[in-house]
């Protein structure tokens, strides 16, 4: 038998031949398949294999979808390798929508990630007819509102027949199939059969370390447990935050609520939880209260945690970020509570004349030294949870002979640390790569799917709580030759609690997809029941019967895609075209558009004090006759602690003020299905059609000067219209004095304080 697979389509010579990956590859060209592989054992290689095979019998297209940008253009650059006579495209978002239509037509492999094929199906620039194959790389992922659960669902609706239309379990079979690849599906039993249900996943094969047919191609990996000791001045402050800690318990306590300094993060996030739905069923004083308690609670635990875990510089940062939030008008009041504390105060006075540093980091030194010092071209990744630890990391390992260490993190940038862009991210993975850096210092985005065989050892600077994330964390190790995986753990904190909840879930993960295999086998496979029915998100079929007129349409922003509403308005009959709207959330005829607000959203934009919700307000009253704002969820009055009084005067300057009406909606099923009744009013009671207008802000000269004053706090629409016919101009409302302020309507001492202190004071910033 040749050593290397021989087919038309893959290339000659490149491709090992491996039992177990061909007996998996049987079963997936079979029917819809989850394929279950220990990290390194080629499951790429298995949907390759499907895909060649697929699209030498039927023709058509195949799309591979995978999580990250660095994924994706890692999965192009294999399949343009893999399968010379095909043209590959890379979908990803720094593509127009545009050039993603023309490549989609000519290409015969396209990988993208799954938000961007979301994207362009429901903008109608694509669709999936002639795909004949779709491989979910992370397979784990397809839950919830991930964009793998819409795209398998459209993939599987027979779109002739129109949106929501159902396939039934043997129509058109040859067409349509997929396949799910991961390395830890998790150890949750229902989970599993979720993401099996949202793929219509028919059976799923498991390979496991102890298969005779794997053996053969595993490689050693050492895995040592390195424990040590908290330092003394850490324990000392640790001793100071509890004092704080225990007041906050104690404070906690007189609202009849028992938390004290050995309560999980479990407990914890349930009271929360309990707290929030007292205040959504109306609440008194003492539920919002003890909601800002707890949040006191959860800071002071997370510094004792920085402290023991991760050493004083991660915790001296946090102290930082705490201290600017508190400073800042939008902060917490518990932030603002711990900032005045006495015992919060002398931690910090501690800290700051604390210079013992953590002695991870000097086994981080050592450890990685040793590596490189015993074998020259070693690659190095180390893991931290927090990106102040991986910068305190990188820092510690510069002072190293031989270690060239760069700090790979995510895209966000949060305070005082800018994030890296996917490019930036992509070029670090080449160097490490090609050998320019030796040592990956990274957060959890390096965890998932990075092919960099020739990684010797993974450091835990610390265990997670996950067995997913510490399953992806190892197997960045052992693929090509021996590796090497360590842990440190400080003794006696949440890292030793950290480990056993991960071992725990890593021993049920593995006894879980056994059983689901149902024998020791050496192939291991399980069939599952066909879905006869596409699940709508939270949605009974007779709500979805009220709205299933056909005819419908709703232009929606393509900023709303993640919210949920979109993909249950599709399953209502409603065709959804998304587009890029300047005004407003949802268009539903020419004169009717909705902005829609979570009650976080409407809580955050009052809060921030750019006043964003009554510009967007005052676009939308300006450019529709029929404007509405449509607030969703149930705990408007249980966001972060804001008064009642606060928001009941926004929402009335909204109703009254701009005359926009104001509906609440439970959840996103709710505002779907109140959408769809708008959509049906305005389209077949009233004969309307959609009509697409309005700019943003193209205000007249009045408006803009109204715009302008009421930009200033304390002073809405009405109050700037009363100050511009007193005054006359802009200018001459900007220089008054106090007093003469305070002769204008509506204007009281503190009003007139406000405006004067925004114009006459100093700039600091």
């Not at 910068?391 to 760069?406: F, H, I, N, P, Q």
Request: with cysteine.
């Amino acid at each position: 038998m040749s050593r290397y697979i021989s087919h038309p389509l893959i290339r000659k010579d490149m491709i090992e031949q491996r039992l177990y990956q061909l007996s998996v590859t049987s079963s997936a060209l079979k029917s819809s398949c989850l394929a279950v592989l220990p990290t390194g054992l080629g499951k790429t290689i298995v949907a390759l294999m499907v895909i060649a095979a697929r699209l030498n019998d039927l023709g058509g297209k195949a799309l591979i979808l995978s999580p990250t940008k660095p994924l994706v253009e890692q999965h192009s650059d294999f399949f343009r390798q893999a399968l010379p006579r095909c043209t590959v495209a890379t979908f990803t978002g720094s593509i127009p929508p545009e050039k993603r239509a023309e490549l989609w037509k000519d290409s015969q492999v396209i990988v993208s990630t799954p938000q961007v094929i979301e994207n362009d199906l429901r903008a109608r620039r694509i669709d999936l007819h002639d795909v004949v194959h779709i491989t979910f790389d992370e397979a784990h992922r397809a839950v919830g509102r991930y964009a793998y659960v819409y795209i398998a669902k459209r993939y599987f609706e027979d779109l002739s027949a129109g949106a929501g239309a159902v396939v039934d379990a043997g129509a058109d079979a040859k067409s349509r199939l997929v396949l799910g690849i991961t390395a830890s599906p998790g150890s949750n039993p229902e989970t599993i059969a979720d993401v099996c249900e949202n793929l219509h996943i028919e059976c799923v094969e498991v390979k496991s370390e102890t298969d005779s047919d794997v053996i053969p191609y595993l490689h050693d990996r050492d895995i040592e447990w390195v424990r040590v000791d908290i330092p003394s001045r850490i324990k000392e402050l640790k001793q100071v935050l509890e004092k704080v800690l225990l007041g906050s318990c104690s404070k906690l306590a007189d609202f009849g609520f028992d938390v004290s300094l050995d309560s999980s993060k479990r407990e914890l996030l349930d009271l929360q939880s309990k707290l929030h739905a007292q205040v959504a069923g109306g609440g008194d004083r003492d539920s919002f209260s003890a909601i800002s308690i707890l949040a006191e609670i959860f800071k002071i635990s997370h510094a004792i945690e920085l402290g023991e875990t991760q050493g004083v510089e991660a915790l001296r940062r946090y102290f930082d970020r705490l201290n600017a939030e508190a400073r800042s008008g939008s902060g917490s009041k518990a932030s603002k509570r711990l900032a005045m504390d006495p015992n919060m105060r002398a931690a910090i006075a501690m800290l700051s004349a604390c210079d013992e540093e953590h002695p991870k980091l000097d086994a981080v030194r050592r450890i990685v030294a040793d590596q490189l010092r015993g074998s020259l071209d070693s690659r190095v990744i180390v893991f931290t949870n927090f990106r102040d630890s991986a910068e305190m990391v990188t820092k510690a390992l510069s002072e190293v002979d031989g270690v060239s260490a760069v700090r790979f993190v995510g895209q966000a940038s949060k305070y005082k640390d800018k994030g890296l862009t996917q490019k930036q991210q992509t070029e670090i993975i080449s160097k490490f790569r090609s050998g320019e850096y030796n040592t990956l210092v990274a957060t959890s985005v390096a965890e998932e799917g990075l092919d960099i065989p020739s990684t010797d050892l993974v450091l835990f600077y610390e265990p997670v709580p996950s067995e997913i994330r510490t399953i992806q964390r190892k197997g960045r190790t052992g693929r090509k030759r021996a590796g090497r995986i360590v842990v440190l753990i400080a003794k006696g904190s949440r890292d030793e609690a950290s480990y056993w909840i991960s071992a725990r879930k890593e021993t049920k993960m593995l006894a879980t997809i056994a059983n689901m295999s149902g024998s020791r086998s050496k192939s291991k496979s399980v069939s599952m029941p066909m879905p006869r029915t596409i699940r709508e998100p939270a949605i009974e079929q007779k709500q979805l019967a009220e709205f299933s007129e056909e005819g419908l349409v709703a232009y929606i922003d393509h900023r709303e895609i993640r919210s949920g509403v979109s993909q249950i308005l599709e399953a209502a009959g409603v065709e959804v075209i998304m587009r890029t709207l300047e005004i407003g959330d949802y268009l539903l005829s020419d004169r009717v558009c909705v902005e829609r607000k979570t009650t976080s959203d409407f809580i955050s934009s009052l809060i921030s004090g750019r006043r964003e919700l009554f510009g967007q307000i005052s676009d939308l009253a300006r450019t529709f006759d029929k404007p509405v704002l449509i607030v969703e969820g149930d705990d408007l009055y249980g966001q972060r602690q804001i008064h009642p009084n606060a928001v009941r005067g926004a929402l009335t300057a909204i109703a009254i003020d701009f005359g926009v009406p104001i509906l609440m909606s439970k959840d996103a099923t709710d505002t779907a299905l109140m959408l769809a009744a708008i959509a049906r009013r305005e389209q077949q009671d009233h004969g309307r059609e959609i009509v697409m207008h309005g700019t943003r802000s193209a205000m007249m000269l009045p408006q803009q000067q109204e715009y302008v004053v009421s930009a200033m706090p304390e002073i809405g629409p009405v109050v700037a219209k009363n100050l511009l016919r007193h005054f006359g101009t802009v200018a001459a409302v900007m220089s008054a004095s106090r007093e003469e302020l305070m002769t204008v309507e509506l204007v009281g001492p503190k009003t007139a304080d406000r405006i004067r202190e925004v114009v006459g004071g100093e700039y600091k910033g």
